[in-house]
Nanobody, 123 residues
Framework: QVHLVESGGGLVQAGGSLRLSCAAS????????MAWFRQAPGKERAFVAA????????EYGGFVKGRFAISRDDAMQTVYLQMNNLSPEDTAVYYC????????????????WGQGTQVTVSS
């Protein structure tokens, strides 16, 4: 099984940037499709970004609008989410997720989840 631990969240002012990391352990990390989701209080968990087994395969949620970039370093077994031009609407717990088949955008398509890291954007 793949175990995921997110880090890098925190408090940032509107317009600022954060870089989230997801450290993975377990077998065959390099073959897993990785994704980021986010969930604000009282809201459903929403798709943010996903990346396949190479940097050529990525997908982003519509609200990203070019502000975020997902990347992976298979040698370090780490996935990143660079977030720029943050707004208060981006405030949420950000979760890392993994699956073995397909680049999905739905919560129920992913098999493994981290505990999340809090991102708070002040106005």
């Amino acid at each position: 099984q793949v175990h995921l631990v997110e880090s890098g969240g925190g408090l940032v002012q509107a317009g600022g940037s954060l870089r989230l990391s997801c450290a993975a352990s377990g077998p065959r990390f390099s073959v897993h499709i990785m994704a980021w989701f986010r969930q604000a209080p009282g809201k459903e968990r929403a798709f943010v970004a996903a990346i396949g087994t190479s940097d050529t395969g990525t997908e982003y949620g519509g609200f990203v609008k070019g502000r975020f970039a997902i990347s992976r370093d298979d040698a370090m077994q780490t996935v990143y989410l660079q977030m720029n031009n943050l707004s208060p609407e981006d405030t949420a717990v950000y979760y890392c997720a993994a699956r073995r088949q397909g680049l999905g955008t739905r919560v129920d398509e992913y098999d493994f989840w981290g505990q999340g890291t809090q991102v708070t954007v002040s106005s």
